[in-house]
């Protein structure tokens, strides 16, 4: 499958990249639902969370690692920040590449949950 993130991936189209690595890139979303809403999204192409084989397993990790390191350079790790994964059409994914929000910079309840 081809995405919308494989073409961020690939740089066939813009995105505000803030973190990547040979494993993962992080961009922040382009319909944000926080002052800070970040995606983070594995470079190995994953669908949905429930594709995710037992060894892939430790991608999830990387995923949130890499969400708590970019909350911890930002300085909003202290007053808190939530981090989601959707998986499938009635939990709101529209992107069916496996990814994580991370949604931080206002009080929790100040800001919906992402699609």
Do not use: W
């Not at 995105?15 to 190995?44: C, G, M, N, S, W």
């Not at 690692?65 to 909003?76: C, I, K, P, S, V």
């Not at 981090?83 to 931080?104: E, F, K, P, R, S």
């Amino acid at each position: 499958m081809d995405t919308l993130f494989h073409k961020i991936i690939r740089r066939e189209i813009p995105a505000d990249i803030v973190y990547e690595d040979e494993h993962l890139i992080a961009f922040r979303d382009i319909a944000p639902q926080a002052p800070v809403h970040v995606l983070f999204v594995p470079k190995t192409s994953i669908a949905t969370l429930n594709d995710l084989r037992a060894e892939q397993a430790e991608i999830v990790g990387r995923l949130a690692f890499a969400a708590a390191e970019y909350a911890r350079r930002e300085g909003f790790d202290e007053d808190g920040y939530r981090i989601v994964m959707n998986c499938n059409a009635h939990a709101g994914q529209t992107v069916y590449q496996m990814h994580l929000h991370l949604l931080a910079g206002a009080p929790l309840g100040r800001f919906g949950t992402p699609a």
